[in-house]
């Protein structure tokens, strides 16, 4: 079983939708949580981070459930732009911090 | 400003060929991490620097991975007698510290492909 696991998708949502993606990670000793963006071919960059009181950026809600290690995305008013894989992540769990990374959930916004 | 920096951004070996990945981290950042990313899959952790520190290599696939950070700066992977199973991106990360919320800077990556 991976560590962290997201549903592959893809989601195709047209233009204004509102879509959420959910993620699962396994190691309760995880300190802290991100979103991740990766484009097509290119690096991933932080979308933001997620905080167990839940956290909001314009059209981008994160919400972190540590009792059921449950992590959630909801993205508003979907734009062409928002097309993108979106990588779940959790740090922390070892000595090293690194980024434990889901296998990301592909989404596609059509006009 | 300059961000995390890595070549070559495209590398063909032929099997069994050496090869030598390079990262150039943001100036000043502290913690330096190596990822492999698969074709459709997510970022996988290979390796971790604390300055010229080598902390974890617990993610190394093999002994023929071997990564450097001999001055604290600049980082080298470098992969002996490559096989297929190693195309992959490899993906160069940074830090300012080596706390767990900071955030990761990544790199463009290095596309290895291995005929």
């Known amino acids: 079983r991976k560590e962290v696991e997201q549903d592959p998708g893809p989601f195709n949502v047209p233009e204004g939708a509102t879509v959420a993606f959910n993620c699962t990670y396994s190691n309760s000793a995880s300190q802290s949580f991100f979103w991740y963006r990766q484009d097509c071919r290119k690096e991933p960059k932080l979308l933001m981070s997620?905080?167990?009181s839940g956290n909001e950026d314009g059209r981008f809600t994160a919400q972190l459930n540590r009792a059921s290690q449950y992590i959630s995305l909801l993205i508003r008013d979907s734009k062409l732009s928002d097309s993108a894989t979106y990588l779940c992540v959790v740090n922390g769990a070892n000595a090293g911090n690194m980024l434990t990374f889901g296998g990301g959930t592909r989404l596609m916004v059509k006009p | 400003g300059a961000g995390v920096s890595q070549s070559p951004r495209y590398k063909v070996a032929k099997r069994g060929q050496d090869v030598a990945l390079r990262c150039d981290p943001i100036s000043g950042h502290v913690s330096l991490f190596w990822y492999q990313q698969a074709l459709g899959q997510g970022p996988e952790f290979l390796t971790y620097?604390?300055?010229?520190?080598?902390?974890?290599k617990s993610g190394l696939p093999s002994d023929r991975f071997f990564a450097e950070r001999p001055e604290g700066s600049v980082s080298t992977l470098k992969i002996q007698r490559t096989q297929q199973e190693d195309s992959a991106v490899y993906l160069c990360a940074s830090s300012f510290r080596q706390f767990s919320y900071n955030e990761q800077f990544f790199g463009p990556g290095t596309r290895l492909t291995v005929l």
């Open positions: 997620v905080y167990s």
């Open positions: 620097f604390q300055n010229e520190a080598q902390l974890d």
